[in-house]
């Protein structure tokens, strides 16, 4: 590409409300451009990135059996509704009305979407399983739009869907996207983690966040300094709590996906709708299973639970006692620390529940309604972590260290959330209707783009990995009036190009300082100066990552490059 016929912006100053490198670099060195807060455009160098992690995580999806496709950005309300996220999405979903008032959101995610084309296609186990993906802008009205790409309103997302008869099914994917997600990030270049995510849920292996790691990243990661414990902090404050709490609690084990009979057989003892079961967690300790509701089911709560299932005994506890203290999280506004008498009040909930010595809606025991800023105060929160650097790491083999990640990917068993709410289900085996059994997986793609611009610059611009960089070679006449430097450089773009090399020629009758600088902020791999030797055949060879130039005759460039 003739870079005086392609559309490369650069700018020597640094924009005012770019606070971050990768932001501010982006935007220098001409690869986005921002509309409006949190809404960008992609200009050629931009779109050449995303094409290219795009290749890779189609290739690696591909592998792994899940086919693309591509689903409306534009959802019927009607949707978001039989899943009950249209009232507690919260402001984050941008929704709008048609000319005859219908309601719609703008796809924050598509789960809904993908539920209700399986559930109306697919009618047998035969056809299972089944992954579908694609790549697609995604809609969130984020509080706080911010870092460009990082975080944006409009953003580009692959996000996959499966869909099984069994939960082994289900595991056998999960584990093969937990490889495809290694290779991509892998292959992109990326320094990341894959750390234990919290599915607001105690112990898991249900959910997995892939964190590239950075300082100016928003999450925070766990990890144990000598074994291969990772884990974001929220889980972490999960494990370590688990571990402080209290003795009962420890016996305490989170039954990670209760398998369909465990859900059916509570069900049945509450006389309840199993998909009310499956929002909740069940817990077993020694023998005794346990059911934490969710909060505010009242329905539910009020039910005096005293009986066996065969010999399990079934206790209940509001999710705000059990739950949410032990993940330490009150409320949604995240993790927080818990001032230490709601701590001994929630071990009293607990120790009580697994020692079936009083149902943990005794006065004293049960806590209701718990709000930070009202009930306590916030600054306390950082005192009382549960989890300090130096710590032993939950798996007890090693120190805890802190790291701040970047999330780049997350992994998720949604189980049949999802296909019980929009009645989605299969004929099994037996002709017996079965709710789908799911998983979901996201990449945030446009992400991906400034988080490796993030990794990967110097104080002189961007310095693209190979298998990313928008073209693979950079090539510079610096003086374009100069005979002998204008044909030599043209015969050597004809030459890569025949080459297969995706070669950006900059032909433009600038000084050659305007080209030296705006090719290290470009960041291209290679860099191959046309000067005063080309009447000699000879040119410049300068590499990116490792600054190291060398002079090659034109010969044997075809030959050197890589
Ligand atoms: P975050 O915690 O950063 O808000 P999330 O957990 O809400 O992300 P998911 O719902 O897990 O995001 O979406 C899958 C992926 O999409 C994320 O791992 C992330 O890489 C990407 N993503 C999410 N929100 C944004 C955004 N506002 N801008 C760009 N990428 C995003
Ligand atoms: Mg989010
Ligand atoms: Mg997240
Ligand atoms: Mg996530």
């Given at each position: 590409?003739?870079?005086?016929?392609?559309?490369?912006?650069?700018?020597?100053e640094v924009p005012s409300d770019a606070e971050i490198?990768?932001h501010q670099?982006?935007l220098?060195?001409?690869?986005?451009?921002q509309?409006t807060s949190g809404?960008?455009?992609?200009?050629?160098?931009?779109?050449?990135?995303?094409?290219?992690?795009?290749?890779?995580?189609?290739?690696?999806?591909?592998?792994?059996?899940?086919?693309?496709?591509?689903?409306?950005?534009?959802?019927?309300?009607?949707?978001?509704?039989?899943?009950?996220?249209?009232?507690?999405?919260?402001?984050?979903?941008?929704?709008?009305?048609?000319?005859?008032?219908?309601?719609?959101?703008?796809?924050?995610?598509?789960?809904?979407?993908?539920?209700?084309?399986?559930?109306?296609?697919?009618?047998?186990?035969?056809?299972?399983?089944?992954?579908?993906?694609?790549?697609?802008?995604?809609?969130?009205?984020?509080?706080?739009p911010r870092f460009g790409?990082?975080?944006?309103?409009?953003?580009?997302?692959?996000?996959?869907?499966?869909?099984?008869?069994?939960?082994?099914?289900?595991?056998?994917?999960?584990?093969?996207?937990?490889?495809?997600?290694?290779?991509?990030?892998?292959?992109?270049?990326?320094?990341?983690?894959?750390?234990?995510?919290?599915?607001?849920?105690?112990?898991?292996?249900?959910?997995?966040?892939?964190?590239?790691?950075?300082?100016?990243?928003?999450?925070?990661?766990?990890?144990?300094?000598?074994?291969?414990?990772?884990?974001?902090?929220?889980?972490?404050?999960?494990?370590?709590?688990?571990?402080?709490?209290?003795?009962?609690?420890?016996?305490?084990?989170?039954?990670?996906?209760?398998?369909?009979?465990?859900?059916?057989?509570?069900?049945?003892?509450?006389?309840?709708?199993?998909?009310?079961?499956?929002?909740?967690?069940?817990?077993?300790?020694?023998?005794?299973?346990?059911?934490?509701?969710?909060?505010?089911?009242?329905?539910?709560?009020?039910?005096?639970?005293?009986?066996?299932?065969?010999?399990?005994?079934?206790?209940?506890?509001?999710?705000?006692?059990?739950?949410?203290?032990?993940?330490?999280?009150?409320?949604?506004?995240?993790?927080?620390?818990?001032?230490?008498?709601?701590?001994?009040?929630?071990?009293?909930?607990?120790?009580?529940?697994?020692?079936?010595?009083?149902?943990?809606?005794?006065?004293?025991?049960?806590?209701?309604?718990?709000?930070?800023?009202?009930?306590?105060?916030?600054?306390?929160?950082?005192?009382?972590?549960?989890?300090?650097?130096?710590?032993?790491?939950?798996?007890?083999?090693?120190?805890?260290?802190?790291?701040?990640?970047?999330?780049?990917?997350?992994?998720?068993?949604?189980?049949?959330?999802?296909?019980?709410?929009?009645?989605?289900?299969?004929?099994?085996?037996?002709?017996?209707?079965?709710?789908?059994?799911?998983?979901?997986?996201?990449?945030?793609?446009?992400?991906?783009?400034?988080?490796?611009?993030?990794?990967?610059?110097?104080?002189?611009?961007?310095?693209?990995?190979?298998?990313?960089?928008?073209?693979?070679?950079?090539?510079?006449?610096?003086?374009?009036?100069?005979?002998?430097?204008?044909?030599?450089?043209?015969?050597?773009?004809?030459?890569?190009?025949?080459?297969?090399?995706?070669?950006?020629?900059?032909?433009?009758?600038?000084?050659?300082?305007?080209?030296?600088?705006?090719?290290?902020?470009?960041?291209?791999?290679?860099?191959?100066?046309?000067?005063?030797?080309?009447?000699?055949?000879?040119?410049?060879?300068?590499?990116?990552?490792?600054?190291?130039?060398?002079?090659?005759?034109?010969?044997?460039?075809?030959?050197?490059?890589?």
């Amino acid at each position: 590409m003739r870079q005086s016929r392609s559309f490369i912006p650069t700018m020597r100053e640094v924009p005012s409300d770019a606070e971050i490198k990768s932001h501010q670099l982006l935007l220098r060195a001409g690869f986005i451009r921002q509309n409006t807060s949190g809404i960008y455009s992609y200009l050629p160098l931009g779109k050449k990135v995303l094409q290219k992690i795009e290749i890779i995580i189609r290739e690696e999806m591909d592998a792994i059996e899940a086919v693309e496709v591509f689903m409306p950005a534009m959802q019927q309300a009607e949707l978001w509704q039989a899943t009950g996220r249209w009232y507690n999405y919260g402001p984050e979903l941008f929704r709008l009305k048609d000319r005859h008032n219908r309601e719609f959101a703008l796809g924050a995610t598509h789960e809904e979407v993908i539920t209700s084309l399986v559930r109306d296609e697919v009618k047998s186990y035969k056809k299972l399983p089944l992954t579908m993906y694609q790549i697609q802008t995604k809609f969130r009205d984020e509080q706080r739009p911010r870092f460009g790409l990082l975080r944006g309103r409009e953003f580009i997302m692959k996000d996959a869907y499966s869909f099984h008869a069994t939960e082994e099914s289900l595991e056998e994917k999960y584990q093969d996207m937990m490889r495809a997600y290694m290779n991509i990030f892998t292959r992109i270049g990326l320094n990341f983690r894959a750390v234990i995510a919290d599915g607001g849920s105690i112990g898991g292996t249900g959910t997995h966040e892939f964190m590239a790691l950075s300082d100016i990243g928003e999450d925070t990661i766990a990890y144990s300094d000598s074994s291969s414990y990772a884990a974001n902090i929220e889980m972490a404050e999960v494990n370590v709590a688990y571990e402080k709490l209290s003795e009962p609690l420890k016996k305490m084990e989170k039954i990670e996906t209760p398998n369909q009979k465990t859900i059916d057989d509570v069900a049945s003892f509450l006389e309840v709708d199993a998909s009310r079961i499956v929002k909740t967690l069940i817990f077993k300790a020694d023998d005794k299973l346990i059911v934490v509701l969710a909060r505010g089911d009242h329905e539910i709560n009020d039910i005096k639970l005293k009986n066996a299932l065969g010999a399990t005994v079934v206790e209940f506890a509001h999710e705000a006692d059990v739950l949410e203290l032990l993940s330490c999280r009150v409320g949604s506004i995240g993790p927080v620390k818990l001032p230490v008498d709601l701590k001994v009040i929630a071990d009293h909930a607990i120790a009580s529940i697994v020692n079936g010595v009083c149902g943990a809606n005794e006065d004293g025991f049960h806590i209701t309604n718990v709000n930070p800023e009202r009930d306590f105060a916030v600054d306390r929160y950082e005192d009382l972590r549960f989890v300090q650097e130096g710590d032993t790491s939950p798996d007890g083999k090693g120190t805890i260290k802190f790291a701040k990640g970047i999330e780049v990917g997350h992994i998720f068993k949604l189980l049949t959330t999802y296909s019980t709410a929009m009645d989605a289900t299969f004929l099994d085996e037996n002709g017996k209707a079965k709710p789908f059994i799911m998983g979901c997986y996201g990449i945030g793609v446009s992400r991906i783009l400034a988080t490796v611009a993030e990794q990967f610059n110097d104080e002189n611009g961007l310095k693209w990995p190979k298998k990313l960089a928008p073209y693979d070679v950079h090539l510079i006449a610096i003086n374009t009036k100069d005979e002998s430097q204008n044909a030599l450089a043209e015969e050597l773009y004809n030459i890569l190009k025949s080459y297969r090399y995706d070669v950006l020629y900059d032909d433009r009758p600038e000084r050659a300082g305007v080209k030296f600088a705006d090719s290290d902020l470009i960041g291209l791999p290679v860099r191959i100066t046309v000067g005063k030797k080309a009447s000699e055949g000879i040119v410049e060879v300068k590499f990116r990552q490792t600054g190291e130039s060398t002079e090659w005759q034109k010969e044997e460039l075809t030959e050197k490059l890589q």
